[in-house]
């Protein structure tokens, strides 16, 4: 599954599935928008896909000379909305944008978003068989104190419903932290200044940590008074585990140069993490993707 730009046709971008050697389209632009009166297809951003081929993706959706966000997701080659710009939301308000969605195996959808009106101004949301629901709302509190402020725009979720995300905090022990919610609760995975893997002390967080089908979160952090600056965390069921950091060797020797908190890790069923690195802005350090499989 992929997003390309398109020439010589109709329409000049779109969304592909590639199964058994062929490639079909999944959305282009130009077409008819689902759910939205009017409308039709601008452009379209963040596909995600899952285990039975169900593809969700952000778009832009033209209407008359207004343009809006929307989700939607495709099931067996038919294209459904799941929510749009002006939509009502679970707890009052209108819809005002979105975050990058994510879906599991049981076609679960889930995603960050904005929300005007009187009700809260954002929040965390999962849509599953033509039911929206509000999981985490901004002003919720937390489990350590404090309120929610602010989420990560881009989430994880698991293909038991875990979802997992950066949030920004109000009043809390400390300003931001990496959480999971986990059968409706939210629950603390790390957090500004709790010792970090390998040394150091948690000093940010990237904000978008990744979950594996099975649950595993991985997420990069950047660390004080550590053998490595930026580092690359997963969970384990011993607590957490440092996964990659900058100075380590990849397999060619060359040693990492940077590591960002951008999104740049993915985290498998087997607890396997693949990331990105790039060299520096003089040169200096390997590029190139990788793949760190659990240790014993």
Known sequence: MFAAAITGGRAVEGIFAAQN????????????APGVASGTLAGMDAPVIN????????????????????????????????????????????????GPPAINREGAVAFGGAVEGRAVPGGIFVWKGGRLRMVLGAGDETPIGGIFAKFSERLGL??????????????APVAAAIFAIEDGRPRVVARLGDPAPGGGHFSNFGLWPAVGASGAIAFAASVDDGPSPVIVVRTAADGLRRVVGVG???????????LTLLPVVSVNTGGAVSF???PTA?????????LATPGP
Not at 248 to 258: C, E, H, L, Q, Y
């Open 282 to 290: 003089t040169g200096e350090g390997p590029e190139g993707l990788f």
């Open 51 to 98: 285990a039975r081929g169900e593809i969700a993706f952000l778009a832009t959706v033209r209407r008359g000379r207004e343009s809006m966000e929307a989700l939607l997701l495709s099931t067996r080659g038919q294209l459904q909305k799941i929510v749009a710009q002006g939509d009502p939301a679970p707890a009052g308000g209108t819809f005002a944008g979105f």
């Open 276 to 278: 990105a690195v790039a």
């Open 248 to 258: 380590d060797s990849v397999p060619s020797g060359a040693r990492i140069a940077t």
């Open 158 to 171: 698991s293909d038991a419903g875990t979802i997992a995300f950066h949030g920004l905090l109000k009043a």
């Open 21 to 32: 050697g062929r490639i079909r389209p999944v959305a282009l632009s130009g077409a008819a």
